[in-house]
């Protein structure tokens, strides 16, 4: 039974399958190439290696999950993001703001983390500052900073060090996505009924999509043991082959 008021079935569906996806296209099996992608770090595997008593094989089919799961963390940021679509009087633009929402004279303009302590300092200053010119421009509209997990509910007005002096205005604010749900909902608990609603919707279309062929074979230890049966000097090969000395591992 779909009890959600404030978005259609049809959208919300559409939504959380979109999400499914995601996580499958998730699930592809990982070659060196992708692997390191990112440029792996051996020092730190190597340590991992050492410290925790496990061997490269496992140290590297951890190191595979945590880029799945980083993907699926991204997943889950987007479907936090991207259900205002659905939500009447809001917007998600392609770029710059992750939401708009035009209220009775005022507009709503928000930056979304999925944690409340995923800035660093220097990322929060730019963040602030770049929401202190938007409300020098439109002086009756509101910057929050939304916070899917948040210490606390909260709708508080957010206090930044910029430059070394402590900032603070009433239209520059830190709210919990709950509260924000409320504002542009009008529905108080309407991010409760979304986590009510969530189990039910997925099951379903879990039921629709076939999930017994998700592919597993990551081909990322057979190439590096094509390169060097060596794991560690492998692993060095693929991010030192061109730093002085390590030619002597070829």
């Known amino acids: ?29 990982v070659d060196l190439k992708s692997f390191n992608s990112n440029v792996i770090d051996p020092i730190k595997l190597l340590f991992d290696k050492q410290i925790y008593g496990k061997n490269f094989e496992e140290i590297l089919n951890l190191e595979i999950h945590r880029q799945k799961d980083k993907s699926n963390t991204n997943a889950i940021g987007y479907f936090h993001q991207n259900i205002f679509k659905y939500i009447k009087n809001c917007s998600v633009p392609t770029k710059g703001w992750d939401i708009i929402f035009q209220g009775e004279g005022y507009k709503i303009f928000v930056e979304m983390k999925n944690k409340h302590n995923t800035m660093n300092s220097s990322s929060a200053q730019k963040t602030y500052i770049q929401m202190q010119n938007k409300i020098l421009k439109s002086p009756n509209d509101y910057c929050f900073l939304v916070e899917v997990i948040s210490p606390v509910s909260r709708n508080i007005p957010w206090v930044c060090s910029v430059n070394g002096q402590r900032c603070s ?13 409320q504002i542009v909902t009008g529905v108080e608990d309407a991010f409760y009924q979304i986590c009510m609603q969530l189990p039910e919707t997925l099951t379903e279309l879990l039921k629709k999509e076939d999930m017994t062929n998700l592919p597993q074979n990551d081909t990322v230890i057979e190439e590096l043991q094509k390169e060097n049966k060596d794991m560690l000097k492998s692993l060095y090969l693929l991010a030192f082959s061109t730093y002085n000395g390590f030619d002597n591992l070829k």
């Open 169 to 181: 205005n009433e239209h520059i604010r830190k709210v919990s996505v709950d509260k924000f749900y």
């Open 1 to 29: 039974m779909f009890s959600l008021s404030f978005i259609d079935e049809t959208s919300f569906k559409k939504h959380v399958r979109e999400t499914i996806i995601s996580y499958v296209n998730n699930t592809k099996s």
